[in-house]
């Protein structure tokens, strides 16, 4: 499966971007969808994923309230609605895939290419 995030820009502290993550080549039908971010010399961490068809997710702490999963069955779309961004949001961000609902990178086997998130203050 291939993945491509989209949805990514240049916005100021305080304002919301909408995040879209695709499938070609397969659905996104049984997956667990995770999104991670990765900021420049920082290793790259879990932001949220939502699990088939779409009842749990968990989030990390420093977005929790903040930012919105959801998933479109049918369009095989997943988003990541971000409100409220501040600075430290900045980084490039990325959706995978895995079979289970988890936080952790290395257990999502697809990767797409990211999406770049800059937040000026």
């Known amino acids: 499966v291939q993945l491509q995030a989209s949805g990514g820009g240049l916005v100021q502290a305080g304002d919301s971007l909408r995040l879209s993550c695709a499938a070609s080549?397969?659905?996104?039908?049984?997956?667990?969808i995770g999104w991670f971010r990765q900021a420049p010399g920082k290793e790259r961490e879990f932001v949220a994923a939502?699990?088939?068809?779409?009842?749990?997710?968990p989030y990390a702490d420093s977005v929790k309230g903040r930012f919105t999963i959801s998933r479109d069955n049918v369009k095989s779309t997943v988003c990541l609605q971000m409100n409220s961004l501040q600075v430290e949001d900045t980084a490039v961000y990325f959706c995978?895939?895995?079979?289970?609902?988890?936080?952790?990178?290395?257990?999502?086997?697809?990767w797409g290419r990211g999406t770049q998130v800059t937040v000026s203050s």
């Open positions: 995978a895939v895995a079979g289970g609902l988890s936080r952790i990178g290395a257990e999502y086997n697809y």
């Open positions: 080549g397969r659905t996104f039908d049984h997956y667990v």
């Open positions: 939502i699990s088939w068809p779409g009842r749990y997710t």
